[in-house]
């Protein structure tokens, strides 16, 4: 698995990875939830009750939307000052017809 960019904002982080289709996209959350908890912990002591929330969101992209997705990420905090992350995927799932239930989105 490999990073191609990472950014976050208060509420919630972006990241487009690189996935070998030998390894399940719920293994590759597992193990960045599961390291980077362990790195935080140890790292920064006063964050002993930080912790990722229960679900994830994950999608796929071609290879023509690939500079897209890192522009996106890497102007994340501008971005989302105009458009709330929550009215953002919203829009997104309803654009693509994904069902979805409200609580879910919060």
Same mark, same amino acid.
């Given at each position: 698995?490999?990073?191609?960019?990472?950014?976050?904002?208060?509420?919630?982080? $972006?990241?487009?990875?690189?996935?070998?289709?030998?390894?399940?996209?719920?293994?590759?959350?597992?193990? @960045?939830?599961?390291?980077?908890?362990?790195?935080? $912990?140890?790292?920064?002591?006063?964050?002993?009750?930080?912790?990722?929330?229960?679900?994830?969101?994950?999608?796929?992209?071609? @290879?023509?939307?690939?500079? #897209?997705?890192?522009?996106?990420?890497?102007?994340?905090?501008? $971005?989302?000052?105009?458009?709330?992350?929550?009215?953002?995927?919203?829009?997104?799932?309803?654009? $693509?017809? @994904? #069902?979805?239930?409200?609580?879910?989105?919060?």
């Amino acid at each position: 698995m490999k990073a191609l960019a990472i950014g976050g904002v208060e509420d919630h982080v $972006h990241m487009l990875l690189s996935v070998p289709s030998t390894l399940s996209i719920a293994k590759a959350i597992q193990l @960045i939830k599961g390291n980077s908890s362990k790195w935080i $912990h140890e790292t920064f002591p006063e964050k002993r009750l930080l912790e990722w929330q229960e679900g994830y969101g994950a999608f796929s992209i071609g @290879i023509s939307a690939v500079e #897209e997705t890192l522009a996106y990420i890497k102007n994340q905090k501008q $971005h989302h000052r105009s458009r709330s992350f929550k009215d953002e995927l919203i829009a997104f799932l309803d654009k $693509h017809g @994904i #069902e979805y239930e409200a609580w879910m989105l919060d």
